[in-house]
């Protein structure tokens, strides 16, 4: 049976967790973003369906950058989260969404410009055929971009927006099932984005929308698993897995290598590595273990002092730019954070993370590397 509509489903939500709350406070003192004058009154009062969003509410919403350590610290177990999703959706109604997000989503998703996005589409191939560092992508990425006909494969791995990363991990992906010897096909482009960056933004209409696509889009393949590197597509995959009923499973990266971890003879360093949890991987989804599983195999590993699914710290990506100091701040501080264990690498699953992170790492004296681009460099030969 078709379930709610997610727009239902956060009003519904929200109003059970609004009646959860009692006040405590411990969901702004735990926000890295909150405004410390925003008080937990002002909060709900514009929570409510029948209010506005004040200025402090209207900014909040923005730059909520959904890393949960909101629903961690809340005794009553009222999911701030969720509540936030629907006055970032109350943002979008009321016209007040930052113009940082508007550019966003701009491109993103099967309803936009045809247009604009071939023209997008015929840039990125021509700089990847024409430069030496990504031609990479060029020969394993720039057919599969919007295409319409899949075969049928056991190993859907599926990129949507992020095919388009600057970083390496989305060619590395198909290189890795190459030489696994996969049965596989490829889906990736603006055109399948997955709906969950729509969701974080407010615009629920979209998401769902772009859920049911996306959905479509991978019956053509007939998969028995669909594996992505980007946390936000997992969750949406999980999320059309619940209200859909395909048969495939979702699968991250980390959890798609582990099933071949003896194929892949990846070799140990000796160098201790530290990990990033992903706030939508490790506290949403309750997975922090598939990654170390993996990294075990590789390296010694040294917790950071917020890690794991309860005190993870968040990269920041999801305030999509709305306030670029604070931003820069998250970044630093989590960057410090990771060189303060010893280690001279962090080790990320998910693509947002290794994008956040790619510009800050610079003057932090740490690498970021992504899981599967540090497996694909100790692979076996």
């Known amino acids: 049976m078709i379930k709610k509509a997610i727009s239902a489903e956060l009003a519904d939500w929200t109003g059970v967790n609004l009646k959860n709350c009692f006040g405590a406070d411990e969901c702004l003192k735990a926000c890295p973003v909150a405004d410390p004058s925003l008080t937990i009154a002002e909060l709900n009062e514009t ?29 009553a177990q009222a999911g701030r989260s969720v509540m936030m999703l629907s006055l970032k959706e109350k943002m979008v109604w009321e016209g007040k969404a930052p113009e940082s997000h508007n550019r966003y989503f701009q491109l993103k998703g099967p309803d936009k410009s045809a247009f604009k996005r071939e023209a997008f589409n015929g840039i990125m191939k021509t700089r990847w055929r024409l430069s030496a560092s990504e031609r990479i992508k060029s020969e394993k990425l720039a057919a599969h971009i919007d295409k319409e006909d899949f075969r049928k494969a056991e190993f859907l791995l599926y990129f949507g927006c992020y095919i388009f990363t600057k970083q390496l991990s989305a060619a590395h992906t198909v290189e890795i099932a190459e030489k696994l010897g996969l049965d596989f096909e490829v889906m990736g482009g603006l055109k399948s984005c997955c709906g969950w960056p729509q969701l974080l933004g407010g615009r629920t209409r979209d998401a769902e929308n772009y859920h049911l696509f996306l959905f479509e889009m991978i019956q053509r393949s007939s998969p028995a698993y669909v594996v992505t590197g980007c946390a936000e597509c997992f969750m949406a995959l999980c999320k059309i897995k619940q209200k859909y009923n395909p048969a495939f499973t979702p699968l991250t990266t980390s959890m798609w290598l582990n099933m071949f971890s003896d194929k892949l003879r990846l070799k140990r360093g000796s160098a201790p590595v530290t990990f990033h949890d992903s706030c939508h991987i490790s506290r949403k ?3 922090p273990e598939p990654a170390r599983e993996l990294l075990a195999k590789m390296n010694p590993l040294v917790e950071m002092k917020r890690s794991g699914p309860m005190d993870t710290f968040c990269c920041g990506y999801w305030g999509l730019k709305s306030n670029p100091e604070q931003l820069k701040a998250l970044q630093a501080d989590r960057l410090r954070e990771a060189a303060d264990t010893g ?8 693509l947002s993370c290794l994008e956040s992170f790619s510009d800050a790492q610079a003057s932090s004296g740490v690498r970021v590397v992504d899981i599967l681009s540090l497996a694909r460099e100790r692979m076996g030969r």
């Open 285 to 287: 989804a309750k997975m």
């Open 343 to 350: 280690a001279n690498t962090m080790v990320v699953e998910c």
């Open 47 to 75: 929570t409510m369906p029948e209010t506005l969003l004040t200025p402090k509410t209207a900014a909040f919403a923005a730059e909520c950058i959904q890393c949960g350590r909101c629903d961690a610290a809340c005794p």
